[in-house]
């Protein structure tokens, strides 16, 4: 375990001096907006998200805009992400929750927000480290699922069992970006055809799978 957390810490270290810039993809300027965009990201590009949410926020401004929106219309101007149908229903009920039970407003805990429908703990982790600086866990996307088995942090394929063994050998410092830091290695080297000769932590990566 000792071993597997300094290789963690060595491989984070290098991932962040690779990509100094890395940030939170998904484009929002309140928690409501986090939330719907979040709730939309699930298996989609965050380019094709932030690509139809500004019509999105324009037309519905709180919580109880979404709640009373004709879910037609709603999924219909939700249409270009994966099961749009789905997801509108979702953004409807939860939005529906928030207004009744949260007073309006998004909820900022781990329990309130697992509690909407569409959020399961990687968006709930996501909401809370992004929209509160909330900072109790891991948001474990595709990019931490394959990268972290790659390099043999965990040999897990369910992400909360992924994200209990990255918490106890990722410095909580790193909790934040660990998400974000995977995300543009994998789209930059280790996709699912890896690039490993190019890979500025190919010495600490076991290349599980390659």
Not at 169 to 198: F, N
Request: a positive charge; charged letters at 25%.
């Amino acid at each position: 375990m000792a071993d597997n957390a300094k290789r963690a810490v060595a491989i984070l270290e290098r991932l962040k001096a690779e990509y100094p810039k890395t940030k939170h993809y998904i484009n929002f300027t309140n928690t409501l907006e986090l939330l719907v965009a979040t709730i939309l990201s699930a298996q989609t590009r965050d380019t094709v998200v932030n690509g139809l949410t500004p019509a999105l926020f324009a037309k519905y401004k709180t919580a109880n805009d979404y709640a009373n929106a004709s879910l037609d219309e709603l999924t219909e101007m939700v249409a270009g992400v994966t099961y749009f149908g789905n997801k509108a229903k979702y953004i409807k009920e939860a939005c529906a929750m928030i207004d009744a039970d949260f007073d309006g407003k998004v909820p900022g805990t781990m329990k309130e927000l697992t509690s909407l429908p569409g959020v399961g703990r990687k968006s709930a982790n996501a909401i809370l480290i992004h929209g509160f600086n909330v900072i109790e866990g891991i948001a474990v996307d595709t990019h931490v699922i394959r990268l972290s088995n790659r390099m043999a942090l965990t040999k897990e394929s369910n992400p909360d069992k992924i994200e209990k063994d990255l918490k106890a050998i990722v410095p909580q410092s790193y909790w934040k970006t660990i998400t974000s830091l995977m995300k543009d290695h994998g789209r930059a080297v280790c996709g699912t055809k890896p690039k490993c000769e190019s890979c500025v932590v190919s010495s600490l990566c076991p290349k599980v799978g390659v």
